[in-house]
């Protein structure tokens, strides 16, 4: 092999290690960064719910123990339903403080973002399934006598919580996928430059 070709060739593997570490130093810090940017979208919707979870439980327990009849069963229900909603944001936002940003890998950061995408597609579905049971609900309390007015009471509660928590799941799902798509184009042109400027370079 000629000295030139070597040479070219050598100092083309020198600067591709060099683009290789760099852009893995580089990427790190920026995959943290939108971990962190993430962890804050998500502790800002596990706030959003557990405030409802909170004003729901409060105005429940009042409708409880002062009205009557159907309001009665439709603040009941949202009391008890509300006590699990409050523990789902209770528990979240614990574990959000718990886990620092540098303890996942670039890897691990995008695999947990996605999967808390996918809880919410999934939530999404089950949203569906209480609004549904609402209405079945309040289509069986028309028929049944003795539980009419608690299965009325239980049907609106379901529709009212299962229609939050569709639209709540749907816009923060939509929320963290648009976050996704933007930090992955600011990746991919950050590295088109990147790219281009070791050509550049190769070409000199």
């Given amino acids: 092999m000629k000295k030139p070709a070597f040479y070219l060739l050598f100092t083309a593997f020198l600067f591709l290690t060099l683009f290789v570490f760099s852009t893995e130093a580089m ?7 939108f971990h962190k940017q993430s962890q804050h979208l998500q502790r800002g919707g596990m706030i959003v719910l557990g405030s409802w979870a909170l004003a729901n439980m409060a105005t429940g327990a009042v409708g409880w123990s002062q009205l009557d009849g159907r309001k009665k069963y439709f603040h009941q229900m949202n009391f008890f339903w509300n006590t699990v909603n409050a523990g789902i944001a209770g528990y979240a936002i614990y574990q959000g403080h ?3 940003a540098d303890m996942l890998d670039a890897d691990g950061v995008m695999s ?10 999934v ?36 529709l009212l919580q299962g229609g939050f928590l569709l639209v709540f799941d749907l816009a923060l799902y939509a929320v963290l996928r648009s976050h996704r798509l933007e930090f992955l184009d600011n990746m991919h042109l950050s590295l ?5 400027g070791f050509n550049l370079i190769l070409t000199l």
């Fill in 123 to 158: 939530n999404s579905a089950l949203d569906l399934g209480y609004i549904g049971t609402g209405f079945l609900l309040q289509h069986l309390g028309k028929k049944e006598g003795k539980n009419q007015v608690m299965l009325k009471g239980y049907g609106d509660s379901l």
């Fill in 112 to 121: 947990k973002h996605l999967k808390t995408e996918t809880v919410l597609l």
């Fill in 98 to 100: 718990q886990m620092a």
């Fill in 27 to 33: 990427g790190q810090p920026e995959y943290q960064q």
């Fill in 192 to 196: 088109s430059k990147d790219v281009i």
